[in-house]
């Protein structure tokens, strides 16, 4: 009952913006009336001339189109991009150029790895004043990197710049006196930065230029391990807290919790999480990649323990294929 309760709400989230089929939709998003042929101009349901669609606001993103992903998929390793990685890496991070940036769990040496060349080199040093830092995450813009990583009584998230090769931070913050445990970033669609806050069971949403404006989103979780967006804009977590099984939320800011599904073990223990073409993608402690398409959200296995535990995984800069870090590669998947 409460794997249908989620894909319901799932559904209806994308369906929202789907009345009238699929087809309907698009033309909406392309300000073209649904019927009208190429050229012709729209028409009210009178047949006189409709409005001509509002103009577009600065700073306004054109929706994405509505994507439903297929039943089943599949999944296929198509490059070991680096391998014999330095140990313990378990976070990465695109920058604008497509390059990444690692960062292990524990230690504040971050790596920067060219996928075209495969060539690792060493970024720079997390700043902490309590010796090696325990990491938590790592999260870029095209302005800046941010590291979520734990401090002498508290967690915070810096602000780095990287240019020609070197990680260098700026002494601000966007996020102080977090509680242990907080840290776990994405950047969402309104270029806002979201995170959750470990223990205190919330997420938050930050604006790295006001951090005085943070706001909490969503309340009541307990163990938080990935956040991504879905094309429609939804966001969507995962929550391994309730000891049984992994749960798989989508979340409305202010609202309350949603029902979760709860196909995934909790043994799989889940370490990160990513969509492309309409699916989300969670990696595993295990060696599982679990693929969720939306909006049914009917839950498939891949990998299955063939490459041990499974850290990151995120989308390559087409939006094609997928990262994927194990503890010793990274490679390249492609994914349908």
Do not use: K
Not at 61 to 74: K, L
Not at 124 to 131: K, L, N
Request: with cysteine.
């Amino acid at each position: 009952m409460r794997r249908a309760l989620a894909a319901a709400a799932a559904l209806a989230a994308l369906t929202t913006a789907c009345a009238g089929g699929p087809a309907a939709d698009r033309a909406a998003q392309l300000g073209a009336a649904p019927g009208a042929a190429p050229g012709e101009e729209p028409t009210g349901p009178d047949g006189t001339p409709s409005a001509p669609p509002p103009a577009q606001e600065p700073g306004d993103t054109p929706a994405d189109p509505v994507v439903i992903a297929p039943e089943h998929g599949t999944v296929a390793i198509a490059e070991t991009v680096a391998e014999d990685l330095p140990a313990g890496l378990r976070r990465a991070a695109a920058l604008p150029d497509g390059t990444l940036l690692l960062t292990p769990a524990t230690g504040g040496t971050v790596h920067h790895l060219d996928p075209a060349t495969g060539d690792l080199t060493v970024a720079g040093e997390v700043e902490s004043t309590t010796g090696e830092p325990t990491i938590v995450d790592i999260a870029a813009s095209d302005e800046a990197v941010y590291i979520a990583y734990e401090g002498a009584q508290s967690n915070r998230i810096s602000r780095y710049t990287y240019d020609a090769g070197t990680l260098r931070p700026t002494g601000s913050a966007a996020a102080r006196d977090l509680p242990r445990g907080a840290g776990l970033m994405a950047f969402g669609p309104d270029g806002l930065l979201y995170t959750s806050t470990g223990p205190a069971g919330e997420i938050l949403r930050i604006d790295p230029a006001r951090p005085a404006a943070t706001a909490a989103i969503s309340t009541g979780h307990t163990d938080l391990r990935g956040l991504a967006w879905d094309p429609m804009g939804q966001l969507w977590t995962i929550d391994p807290g309730n000891g049984a099984t992994t749960d798989v939320l989508p979340i409305t800011p202010e609202n309350p919790l949603p029902p979760a599904d709860t196909t995934v073990p909790a043994t799989e223990n889940p370490t990160d999480l990513t969509q492309i073409a309409g699916s989300l993608w969670m990696t595993t402690e295990s060696g599982t990649l679990w693929r969720y398409p939306l909006p049914n959200a009917s839950p498939e296995p891949f990998l299955t323990d063939d490459l041990g535990p499974l850290t990151a995984v995120l989308p390559t800069p087409d939006g094609e294929d997928l990262w994927l870090l194990t503890e010793t590669s990274l490679l390249r998947l492609t994914v349908t």
